[in-house]
């Protein structure tokens, strides 16, 4: 006798939205899977607020990546939420070093931690 399982909400709703998306939505079946940068977040319009650095989170779903310009004027390791609206934590170890880069606006990426079953690659300047 075949068993049969119960589908939980976030199951159930991962599995209509890629049904509903299927043709346009790659996005969404590798967000289980790594920080493919296929469905990047664009930084806000109208550019960086007081000198603030953004960074483009691949495969996101709701994420941002928001460097202040306070951070950048005293370059140190840093741990970065980038939470954004998202249901769940992602977080970004950024050097001494790589703080000074960004600052500097040269090209930084780097894979966030893996939550949810997931990673998102970040990427500033």
């Known amino acids: 006798m075949k068993e049969e399982q119960a589908l939980g909400r976030r199951e159930f709703a991962l599995s209509a939205a890629l049904a509903a998306l299927s043709g346009v939505a790659i996005t969404i079946s590798a967000c289980g899977g790594g920080g493919s940068p296929s469905s990047p977040s664009s930084p806000p319009p109208g ?12 495969s996101n779903h709701g994420h941002t990546a928001t460097i202040t ?43 966030s931690t893996t939550d949810d079953g997931h990673s998102h690659t970040v990427t500033f300047n």
Do not use: C, W, Y
């Open 69 to 111: 310009a306070a951070r950048l004027a005293s370059p140190a390791d840093i741990s970065l939420d980038i939470r954004g609206q998202s249901d769940h934590p992602h977080t970004v170890m950024l050097s001494a070093a790589e703080i000074t880069s960004i600052a500097a606006n040269q090209r930084v990426s780097k894979e």
């Open 47 to 58: 550019g960086s607020a007081g000198g603030d650095k953004h960074g483009t989170v691949g």
